[in-house]
Nanobody, 124 residues
Framework: QVQLVESGGGLVQPGGSLRLSCAAS????????MGWYRQAPGKQRELVADITSGGSTDYADSVKGRFTISRDNAKNTVYLQMNSLKPEDTAVYYC??????????????????WGQGTQVIVSS
């Protein structure tokens, strides 16, 4: 009923930039927090940045000053602008959204939805 679709990953040289997008679609009533997480090989998934419906943001220390999260509430879309990329930013990036959605029999329910992930490789 609800899905998150990510785009914008790819291969970039150190110091370069990428912009990730994540669009939520389906029977959406409202969206609370939206965020980006990443998981590098052999490591646990970690929070990169998140943003509330009111626009308050939070960032991992490792990306502060380089990454910017934003959202377009009208489009149910969250973005991650990544600048000054480093090899250690290489990971699969996942979108997460806390969504209130319409159900067939139970009115509105709440659930944390995840995207399928998009690969970011920072390498020369």
């Amino acid at each position: 009923q609800v899905q998150l679709v990510e785009s914008g990953g790819g291969l970039v040289q150190p110091g370069g930039s990428l912009r990730l997008s994540c669009a939520a679609s389906g029977s959406i009533f409202s969206i609370n927090v939206m965020g980006w997480y990443r998981q590098a090989p052999g490591k646990q998934r970690e929070l990169v940045a998140d943003i509330t419906s009111g626009g308050s943001t939070d960032y991992a220390d490792s990306v502060k000053g380089r990454f910017t999260i934003s959202r377009d509430n009208a489009k149910n879309t969250v973005y991650l602008q990544m600048n000054s990329l480093k090899p250690e930013d290489t990971a699969v990036y996942y979108c997460r959204a806390d969504i209130n959605y319409y159900t067939d029999y139970a009115g509105v329910s709440q659930y944390d939805f995840w995207g399928q992930g998009t690969q970011v490789i920072v390498s020369s």
